[in-house]
């Protein structure tokens, strides 16, 4: 009963005797049928039309489809990645990829560079190239995929700083300033993350946060090796069941972002530039679609709350996935409800 008496009672707001104006009249109506009046700012004048600019005001506020999980997809070891099939190039990949994307009218969609692997094959610049011309973004993966982990703190920084020239003049006045961790390893040591983050806040760095990941690189090499041995049957195995892990980590991601917060956060969704991901990703982006995602760019996404650590290298490190903000609060990890197959065994 409480709530009924704290609500307003626009009877109250009659003085006895007087008329009430047509605008009042209008207001009860809405009272009376339960409704919420249409704010003043929206308004044409009678409390019940909104305006032609309030139309416009109000489709602007209203959050889209307030239910709709938001995921950002990247793409991780631009320009190479993984074993190719035999005949198929690193540009087919790439192409495979940005039509996919472009199909689906994806949002601009970061891909992380690794610039050892120009070094190594040079006619794999045009990757980048390719990426940029279909206007996607380029961010920093370190030069080498260097696991910080493993090495000093001094070596990792030149190993982001030799990737540079690869990607400012390609992206110009466009923001590449986003680092996605190789390994996700972010410091073995207290001292090596506060350092690597203090580096990277220097250098007008944010990082690339993960917070959805079905181990979509472990397909890539089989895939090339039943692509050698035409193995169909092993082929179209290896396409359920990497459609059926994305499916299991959409529900494993959301279980916890529940968990955690009660709602869904805006996920960032880890992929890499390997020939079985171009192959599947028509297919695997209409299984985003039917699981209700909405489509967000990398920035986007990182405005949720959850990567405020990620954003702001002001702040302290803390936990940088959901597992590991799980584990922070002693809340024990669901396991995942679906066996990997085993890939180091197929089509040898
Ligand atoms: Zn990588």
Redesign the pocket.
Do not use: E, K, S, T
């Given at each position: 009963m409480a709530a009924i008496a704290a609500a307003p009672r626009p009877c109250s707001r009659f003085m006895p005797g007087s008329a009430p104006s047509p605008r009042l009249n209008a207001w009860m109506v809405f009272a009376v049928l339960g409704m919420v009046a249409i704010p003043a700012a929206f308004d044409s004048g009678d409390y019940l039309r909104p305006s032609p600019s309030g139309y416009a005001a109000m489709a602007e506020a209203a959050p889209p489809a307030a239910t709709a999980p938001h995921l950002a997809i990247t793409f991780?070891?631009l320009p190479a990645h993984s074993l190719l099939p035999p005949g198929e190039t690193r540009m087919e990949v790439a192409s495979k990829i940005l039509r996919a994307l472009d199909d689906a009218r994806l949002p601009p969609t970061y891909g992380?560079v690794?610039g050892v692997r120009i070094e190594e094959q040079p006619a794999a610049a045009a990757v980048l190239d390719a990426w940029r011309a279909s206007g996607n973004p380029l961010g920093n993966?370190g030069w080498s995929?260097m696991n910080l982990d493993q090495h000093a703190l001094e070596e990792f920084e030149a190993d982001v700083n030799r990737n540079e020239p690869l990607l400012g003049p390609r992206m110009k006045d466009q923001d590449w300033h986003w680092f996605?961790f190789?390994?996700l390893a972010e410091g073995d040591t207290p001292e090596k993350r506060a350092g690597i983050r203090s580096f990277l806040l220097e250098h007008g760095y944010k990082i690339a946060g993960v917070t959805m990941s079905f181990g979509d690189y472990q397909w890539n090499e089989p895939y090339a090796r039943c692509r050698a041995k035409g193995d169909n049957q092993a082929i179209a195995s290896l396409e359920s069941s990497y459609l059926a892990a994305a499916d299991e980590s959409i529900s494993y991601s959301r279980g916890l972002s529940q968990t955690l917060y009660g709602r869904d956060i805006m996920y960032v969704l880890l992929m890499?530039i390997g020939a079985f991901d171009a192959e599947m990703l028509p297919r695997l982006l209409s299984l985003y679609r039917r699981r209700g995602f909405q489509f967000v760019t990398l920035p986007e996404a990182e405005r949720d709350e959850f990567y405020r650590e990620d954003t702001d290298l002001h702040l302290s490190p803390g936990a940088d996935s959901l597992e590991l903000t799980m584990t922070e609060r002693h809340l024990p990890l669901p396991s995942h409800a679906l066996a990997i197959p085993s890939f180091d065994t197929m089509c040898r």
């Open positions: 991780d070891d992380f690794n993966h995929h996605r190789p390994f890499h």
